[in-house]
């Protein structure tokens, strides 16, 4: 039986703004807070963190909530092409 190791990665506390000084918190206007949901495991996320940092995992939430507009998008296309025929039939039907 294989056993799952769970390994999280703790990254330097580094502005890479800074020359790699230790990051100063609020005293810096890229540290903000973060709400939502987390785009890969759903959880909830209430923190403060460097927006460069959170920066791949925006770019993730961003792609997920386009894919979910573009089917919606797909999907609301599709319907309006089912009633414009249905509306040509019954226009054929009183000629």
Known sequence: MQQKIN????????????????????????FTQIRGTHPQTGEEIDEYGCAIAMLPLLLVE?????????????????????ANNLSNLLKLKKK
Do not use: H, Y
């Open 7 to 30: 390994l999280k990665i703790e990254i330097k506390d580094n502005c890479p703004l800074n020359n790699f000084t230790p990051c100063k918190k609020f005293d810096c206007a890229w």
């Open 62 to 82: 961003n792609s997920r909530q386009s894919s979910q507009a573009g089917a919606a998008i797909e999907s609301f296309r599709n319907e309006m092409v089912k």
